[in-house]
């Protein structure tokens, strides 16, 4: 969303620097509309080590963040609370956010908003929108896979996790054993539409096990086996095989999870959520339990400040405020 005329009224500026994304967004408390929102990407420069590079992150947000933020200078006096991603993500690029965010609530005497970057995902669903509440939430990112039971902002229980690497890493993974660079979700998922899934068969992890419960490690490292011993003509056939079966993996889950709580409303949030053909699995799922499917705009699904200022609304409206002394980082925390 490019930035336009000033509208009036009271508003949240957000920060969002959990990973490799620097991005700030303006909305506007009342109406919920957002009036603002831009992101820079570091994909490109992170690309050639096959993965975020954190302290290559840092300087890169500190080069970026400000030049974003003298866009939003015409927004300053209206400006109610400042918002930020302090939790979950990368140390030292969750501080290049905070600090920015302690400069701003000292200039312009207003309070922070600590975000929980996954709860961010979550109201990436209703970025202008009223929240539909309660749903059961299949949170898939590059550091995350987790199905969540959401009954209000406060209100989050995880019942499912994973065990070792999340559903957006393995396909960063198996595109660095390909050679195909970072990120590894896109180029995965474009490589699959050219390949024959049938051509390689890869053991669907957990298939034998009673757990609710996510794990890549042993697909990743059967991945890697293939891998060993095959051409480039091949790729594309591991490509559509491994998506096939990390895929299938979720849905194995989800339907053992739906026997014992059928869902209503069902929702797909993360990064790794804008895959298609996850999306087009958990569809057809939900058909035979006549749920409702939510998902975020494509271009909502990565990490954004539009989500982070959503989300904010809610802590806004339970007043969550802190002051600038007392906002720390929390890399690990959880929801």
């Not at 600590?114 to 669903?125: D, E, Q, R, T, W």
């Not at 198996?174 to 050679?179: C, D």
């Not at 954004?304 to 002394?325: P, S, T």
Request: with cysteine.
């Amino acid at each position: 969303m490019a930035m336009g005329q000033r509208v009036g009224g009271e508003m949240i500026l957000s920060i969002e620097s959990s990973c490799d994304d620097s991005s700030i967004a303006i909305t506007e408390i009342a109406t919920k509309k957002l009036l603002y929102h831009k992101k820079i990407s570091q994909e490109l420069e992170h690309s050639k080590y096959g993965g975020v590079v954190p302290e290559l992150a840092s300087r890169l947000h500190a080069i970026a963040l400000p030049a974003i933020l003298t866009e939003c200078e015409p927004w300053f006096n209206s400006l109610k609370a400042i918002a930020v991603t302090n939790a979950p993500g990368l140390g030292v690029t969750l501080m290049e956010g905070v600090v920015m965010a302690k400069a701003l609530s000292i200039s312009l005497n207003i309070p922070i908003l600590p975000i929980n970057h996954l709860k961010g995902h979550i109201y990436s669903l209703f970025i202008e929108k009223e929240a539909l509440l309660p749903l059961t939430v299949l949170l898939v990112s590059g550091g995350h896979t987790q199905l969540i039971e959401v009954t209000s902002y406060d209100t989050m229980e995880t019942v499912a996790t994973t065990m070792d690497d999340s559903y957006g890493e393995s396909f960063d993974k198996v595109a660095k054993m390909l050679g195909l660079g970072y990120p590894g979700g896109p180029v995965i998922e474009k490589l699959a539409l050219s390949g024959d899934a049938s051509k390689f068969s890869f053991t669907v992890p957990l298939s034998q096990s009673p757990l609710i419960a996510f794990s890549y490690s042993g697909l990743k490292n059967n991945v890697r086996l293939s891998t060993l011993e095959a051409s480039p003509e091949d790729y594309p056939n591991i490509a559509a095989a491994f998506q096939k079966t990390a895929t299938e993996h979720l849905i194995q889950k989800l339907k053992k999870y739906f026997k014992t709580k059928p869902p209503k409303r069902f929702a797909i949030v993360g990064g790794a959520s804008a895959n298609l053909h996850l999306r087009g699995q958990v569809e057809q799922l939900l058909l035979a339990h006549k749920a409702q499917l939510l998902v975020a705009p494509l271009e909502y699904c990565s990490d954004n400040a539009a989500m982070i200022g959503r989300c904010a609304l809610e802590a806004y409206d339970q007043k969550a405020f802190v002051a600038y002394r007392d906002i720390s980082i929390q890399p690990r925390c959880k929801l």
